[in-house]
C-alpha cells in the first residue's frame, strides 16, 4: 500500500557534475535520502510502468538506501526494479543495463573515487535512458523540485533479500535481483579478442582497491581470461574500502606502482576506483599518464575487434592534455574538447560523432556504454599488448616518437577554504584580457580565457568550465575548482608542456614542468588564496 510522508526540503541538494556527494552524516538526517530519490522521480517524465535500475559500488549506506529506493520507486508508479545482487552495479556495467533492458534510467549510488565509511562519503546520481549520467536540464529540474518538496511516497514492504538472484514484489512492482557481472563481462568479450589475450602468456597485477571492480575482475580476468587468482589485490568489496582512498592514483595505489617498478614485476598492472569508471595504467617500469593512455589506446583501438572498423571522432575533457588531438589529426578524423563531466560526452556518441573519450582525471571510455569505464580500459591495452607483441613502455615509446609528447601532471589542494578559492579563480578571470602577449617564469603567454563549449550537438553554451593560460610551444596552465568533492573547495591546476617528436622525450616529469609551475604560482598566488606550500596530491 502506498503510503505519503510529510517532509521538508533541505537546502543543500543541488546536484554536481556527478550527481548529489555529500559525508554519510548528512545522509543519515530524516528524509535526507528520501527528498532527493523523490525529487528525482518528480522529475522524471514516463515513469510509469517503466523499469528503473538500482545499484551502487557496496559503500557504507548502499544497502540501506537502495531498500529505501525500491520501496519509493514502487510507490512512485514504476513498473519493474532491477537491482544489482548485493546491491553491487559498477558505474559501467549500470550503464549497460539501463541500455540493453530499455530502462527508462538508473539510481546509481556512489561516491565514486571518494572514501567509503561512517564518518565518509556517500552518493547518488541519476542516469538517464541512454545509460549517461542525466543532463543540466534534468539536473536542474531535480534541484528545483529539492527546494519545494513537501512529501515523498512509499509503501510498508519488507526489505528486498539483495543477495538472492530472483524476483520478488514490493507494493505490486516486480524487482529482479540480477547478476552484476554477467552481462558486463559478455560485452566486453564481444568487444575484446580474449583468445589473442589468454594466448599472450602475459603477467598482470590489478589492483581492485577492495571497491567494486573485485568481482568483474575475478569473472573477467581470472575465469574468462586465464590470469592467476592472486593477481587481483584487494579484490573483495568494502564498506569503507579497507581504510583506504579508492582513488587509483600513484598516493593511493602506491603499492601497487612500486609492485610495478620492481625488477620482478610482471608485464602489466591496472588498477580502478570506487564505482569502477576510472583506471590507473602501470607497464613494468612505465607509468602512463591517463592523458597519454586515451591517445595510445586511440592510435591503437583498431587492433581490438569491437574497433576494427576505426574510430569516428575522439573527445577529451578540456583539462585533458592535447595528446588524444594529434592522433585525431593523424587519423583524420575529429577532435573535440569538452568540459569536464561524462555527460558532455554522451551527446557526441550519442550522435555517432565519437567513439572513445577520455577525462585526465583517468576516466577512459568509448560508445559501447554512456560513462567511463576502468576495465574497458585495461583489457583494451591488454589486447593491444597481446596484438602488438610490444610492452607498455615500447609502445609509450613508440607513441611519443611519432606523435611528440605531452608531458603533464595535474595539482590538486584539498578542501581548501572557499572563499580563499573563489578569490584565486576571480582574480585569475579578472586579468585575463592582459595576459596575452607577457611573460610569466619565463614563459609567453599566447593566449588565455575562461573555457566556454558550444555543444554541436544541440547548441547548446557551457560557460566558465576553467581558466586556460597557453604559452607559445603547445605549453599551458589549467585552473578549475572540482565539483566532486563533499567538504571544503578542491583547487585543480593542469600543467602541460609539449615536446614535439624528436625531442627529449624521456626526461623527468616534473624537471619539465619546473617553470610551469613556477608560472601558475606567480599567475594565480596559490600560496597566498589556499594556504599550502604544496599540493596535497600530485598525479
Not at 539510481?107 to 549517461?132: M, R, T, W
Request: charged letters at 25%; one cysteine or more; hydrophobic letters at 40%.
Amino acid at each position: 500500500m502506498t503510503r505519503t510522508v510529510e517532509t521538508t526540503p533541505y537546502d543543500d541538494q543541488k546536484p554536481g557534475t556527478s550527481g548529489l556527494r555529500k559525508k554519510v552524516r548528512v545522509f543519515e538526517q530524516p528524509n535526507y535520502a528520501e527528498n532527493f530519490v523523490q525529487a528525482v522521480f518528480d522529475a522524471v517524465d514516463g515513469k510509469a510502468g517503466a523499469t528503473l535500475v538500482i545499484g551502487g559500488d557496496g559503500r557504507y549506506l548502499n544497502r540501506s538506501v537502495i531498500q529505501r529506493a525500491i520501496r519509493m520507486a514502487a510507490a512512485n508508479g514504476f513498473g519493474r526494479v532491477l537491482v544489482g545482487q548485493g546491491g553491487i552495479l559498477s558505474t559501467p556495467a549500470a550503464s549497460n543495463l539501463i541500455r540493453t533492458r530499455g530502462a527508462i534510467g538508473g539510481l546509481v549510488l556512489s561516491a565514486s573515487h571518494n572514501p567509503g565509511g561512517p564518518d565518509e562519503d556517500f552518493g547518488i546520481k541519476y542516469n538517464i535512458a541512454n545509460g549517461g549520467p542525466a543532463p543540466e536540464k534534468v539536473t536542474e529540474a531535480i534541484h528545483a523540485r529539492t527546494r519545494t518538496i513537501d512529501r515523498y511516497l512509499t509503501t510498508d514492504d519488507a526489505d528486498v533479500d539483495l543477495d538472492a538472484v530472483g524476483e520478488t514484489m514490493v507494493g505490486g512492482m516486480p524487482v529482479e535481483v540480477v547478476d552484476p557481472v554477467a552481462a558486463y563481462a559478455d560485452l566486453m568479450e564481444r568487444l575484446f579478442d580474449f583468445a589473442a589475450i589468454r594466448a599472450a602468456g602475459l603477467s598482470i597485477r590489478f589492483d581492485a582497491m577492495s571497491a567494486v571492480t573485485g568481482p568483474y575482475a575475478r569473472e573477467i580476468l581470472v575465469n574468462r581470461l586465464g590470469f592467476a587468482a592472486d593477481s587481483i589485490m584487494n579484490g573483495e568489496p568494502l564498506e569503507d574500502f579497507g581504510g583506504h582512498h579508492p582513488d587509483p592514483n600513484l598516493v593511493h595505489a602506491r603499492a601497487l606502482y612500486d609492485a610495478m617498478m620492481a625488477p620482478d614485476a610482471p608485464d602489466f598492472g591496472a588498477a580502478s576506483d570506487g564505482d569502477g569508471d576510472r583506471n590507473l595504467i602501470i607497464g613494468r617500469g612505465r607509468f602512463v599518464t591517463p592523458s597519454d593512455s586515451l591517445a595510445m589506446l586511440a592510435a591503437n583501438a583498431h587492433l581490438a575487434p569491437g574497433y576494427a572498423a576505426g574510430l569516428k571522432g575522439i573527445a577529451r575533457s578540456m583539462p585533458t592534455s592535447a595528446a588524444a588531438d594529434r592522433v585525431a589529426d593523424a587519423l583524420g578524423i575529429a577532435a573535440y574538447e569538452t568540459p569536464t563531466g561524462w555527460k558532455f560526452f554522451g551527446n557526441l556518441l550519442d550522435a555517432g560523432m565519437a567513439t572513445i573519450c577520455g577525462e585526465e582525471s583517468a576516466g577512459t571510455g568509448s560508445d559501447h556504454v554512456r560513462e567511463k569505464d576502468g576495465l574497458w580500459a585495461v583489457l583494451l591495452w591488454l589486447n593491444i599488448l597481446a596484438a602488438t607483441g610490444k610492452s607498455v613502455d615500447a609502445i609509450a615509446r613508440d607513441h611519443w616518437a611519432r606523435f611528440g609528447r605531452n608531458y603533464y601532471a595535474r595539482h590538486d589542494y584539498e578542501g581548501v577554504a572557499q572563499e580563499g578559492a573563489d578569490a584565486l579563480v576571480a582574480g585569475l578571470r579578472a586579468r585575463l584580457a592582459q595576459l596575452p602577449g607577457t611573460t610569466v617564469a619565463g614563459l609567453t603567454v599566447e593566449t588565455a580565457d575562461d573555457f566556454a563549449y558550444h555543444d554541436p550537438t544541440d547548441g547548446s553554451v557551457s560557460e566558465r568550465q576553467g581558466i586556460r593560460i597557453l604559452f607559445a610551444g603547445g605549453s599551458r596552465v589549467v585552473f578549475r575548482l572540482s565539483g566532486t568533492g563533499t567538504s571544503g573547495a578542491t583547487l585543480r591546476v593542469y600543467l602541460e608542456r609539449y615536446e614535439p617528436a624528436g625531442g627529449d622525450l624521456d626526461g623527468d616529469t616534473t624537471e619539465r614542468l619546473a617553470d610551469i609551475v613556477a608560472a601558475a604560482e606567480e599567475l594565480a598566488g596559490i600560496r597566498r588564496h589556499t594556504g599550502r606550500d604544496r599540493p596535497d596530491v600530485i598525479t
